[in-house]
Nanobody, 120 residues
């Protein structure tokens, strides 16, 4: 059973950098052909796709956060990370990691989500 677990600080100050890690179990993040994604859901709003880091290490970001986002990975720990720079209270959300099995938005495993609050 594949498992994903998000971790990181629950509270970030405005203008700082939000950093989250997703730890993956029972499958290598370098295995063909998986795409490791980040989502977020602000309070009262829908789910927003942020981007992914692929099995190859390449990255692709959605348009809404592209200018402030970076993703990376640590293959020795089987983890991938999300960084969002210059956060504002509008970045307050539950953040999720998930596995995409196609690269085109078919997700089969999800983390439970982690709440991040940006304080002003």
């Amino acid at each position: 059973q594949v498992q994903l677990q998000e971790s990181g600080p629950g509270l970030v100050n405005a203008s700082q950098t939000l950093s989250l890690t997703c730890t993956v179990s029972n499958v290598s993040i370098t295995s063909n052909y998986y795409y490791w994604s980040w989502f977020r859901q602000p309070p009262g709003k829908g789910l927003e796709w942020i981007g992914y880091i692929a099995y190859s290490g390449s990255t692709y970001y959605g348009p809404s956060l592209k200018s402030r986002t970076s993703m990376s990975r640590d293959t020795s720990k089987n983890q991938f990370t999300l960084q969002v720079n210059s956060v504002t209270p509008e970045d307050t959300a539950v953040y999720y990691c998930a596995r995409d099995i196609t690269g085109w938005g078919v997700f089969d495993y999800w983390g439970q989500g982690t709440q991040v609050t940006v304080s002003s």
